[in-house]
């Protein structure tokens, strides 16, 4: 198994989603760059009124990209492939935002709706587009997705989130932190979408907030060394080291490992799960919404991973052989006190449980493909409730394989549908500028 995931993480998937974005990126002429005005005004006419916003849903997608993956993804990368890893990290995330746009696009279009508002996800847009030419194969491929995507909930989206939250503080006991999220995320999540998606946005935003004002507050402060770090990223961004740190550090999406050696991810840019909470959203159209994707992008790598990037560069950390967590909080608290550090450590474990919680829909959507029964519904939920207590005290070892090995076929399954439906669905055709 590792020999398998030593080739799909680290050489085809890569290739796979950067060479995707890039097509991608060229079909839509790089609105989203080009076209800042239209793009914004694109997100503030999102809303149709009523129901689950754009910008709750884009919160819930964000509750399971933000937090660990920013923090020790990025420290990550810059131990692996030196200043210059940052550098292909823009890049990367250049090119992703076409690839979110696109599944973000075509989950709205193939959504449902139970009278009480949307769902939908990547399982369903896999199902209804192959089964239009390749019936068996759409529904053994729909299928397939939706039972990795219960697996992938349980595994990087609950198990490994629980062990970085109970890593950050020792002296708390693992196994009440992991009783009092198990608890918290059952309830939450017995709410539905809805409740998910009140929590997420009460959550999600507050704490992206303020590690952004520690960050800009040390940023500030060491005003006068930005440049040389600046410097530093550009002019070590072309070597073959830093190219290999940043672009698969970047590119493979969402199979966070949390670990002084294993490579964290920093957003969900084709593994086919965020479309879920994008799907919900009550949108004016498809594009709307697809832009709330790429936004969900900008803001993961481009703004929160820069400023996780600039302090830890600014700090000696990496001189004395920290990685992930341990770099990040390390970096927080010598440059801006104790003070930041503690909250930098209870940001992990907030972030952890929105994760958990997000997740747990993602699942929950994932069982309602095979079945409306509540049945198989509570034995969902009764595994998360246990994984969140396991994940707290299970060691390392065959569950990061399985992790790798869930996400690597998520997203072979969910961008090779996507360059299947590139131009046959119209993904990739933008409304003229009056209806945007």
């Not at 420290?75 to 599944?103: D, N």
């Not at 697996?151 to 198990?159: D, P, R």
């Not at 832009?291 to 004395?320: K, Y």
């Not at 595994?383 to 707290?392: E, N, V």
Request: aromatic share 10%.
């Amino acid at each position: 198994m590792e020999t398998i995931n030593t080739f799909l993480s680290g050489m085809l998937m890569p290739v796979l989603l950067i060479g995707t974005g890039i097509w991608f990126a060229m079909r839509l002429r790089f609105f989203y760059i080009f076209h800042p005005i239209r793009f914004a005004r694109t997100l503030a006419q999102a809303h149709k009124g009523g129901g689950i916003s754009p910008f709750r849903a884009l919160s819930q997608a964000l509750a399971g990209t933000l937090g660990v993956g920013n923090m020790a993804g990025v420290a990550t990368a810059i131990v692996a492939g030196g200043p210059g890893a940052i550098f292909w990290m823009w890049i990367s995330a250049l090119c992703a935002m076409s690839v979110k746009y696109a599944e973000v696009r075509i989950a709205v279009e193939h959504r449902r709706s139970d009278g009480k508002g949307f769902y939908g996800g990547a399982m369903y847009y896999i199902k209804d587009v192959l089964c239009k030419k390749l019936p068996r194969v759409g529904a053994v491929a729909g299928g397939g997705f939706a039972l990795l995507c219960v697996v992938n909930s349980l595994l990087t989206g609950n198990i490994v989130q629980m062990h970085a939250a109970a890593s950050v503080f020792p002296w708390l006991p693992p196994m009440i932190l992991g009783g009092i999220v198990a608890a918290l995320a059952f309830v939450i999540a017995c709410g539905g979408a809805g409740r998910v998606s009140e929590v997420t946005m009460g959550l999600i935003p507050l704490l992206s907030g303020a590690y952004m004002l520690i960050s800009m507050v040390i940023l500030i402060r060491n005003g006068d060394r930005l440049t040389q770090v600046l410097q530093e990223i550009f002019t070590c961004g072309l070597s073959l080291r830093a190219a290999a740190g940043g672009v698969t550090g970047f590119a493979i999406t969402r199979a966070i490992r949390f670990g002084v050696t294993r490579g964290i991810f920093s957003n969900e840019a084709g593994c086919g799960t965020s479309p879920t909470a994008h799907a919900a959203a009550n949108t004016k159209s498809s594009h709307h919404q697809g832009c709330f994707g790429i936004f969900e992008v900008f803001a993961d790598t481009i703004v929160l991973c820069s400023m996780t990037a600039f302090v830890i560069l600014l700090s000696d950390g990496v001189e004395r052989g920290l990685d992930g967590i341990p770099l990040t909080l390390y970096a927080y608290t010598a440059l801006a006190g104790k003070g930041a550090g503690i909250f930098i450590g209870i940001s992990v474990i907030l972030f952890a449980f929105a994760t958990v919680i997000c997740q747990t829909q993602y699942g929950a959507v994932a069982i309602g493909y095979f079945t409306r029964k509540r049945g198989p519904y509570r034995l969902y939920l009764a595994l998360q409730a246990l994984a969140s207590i396991c994940g707290t005290v299970i060691a390392e070892g065959l569950m990061w394989q399985v992790a790798d090995l869930t996400i690597s076929l998520m997203t072979a399954l969910n961008v090779g549908c996507l360059l299947w439906c590139a131009k046959r669905e119209g993904i990739l055709r933008l409304p003229p500028s009056k209806g945007a």
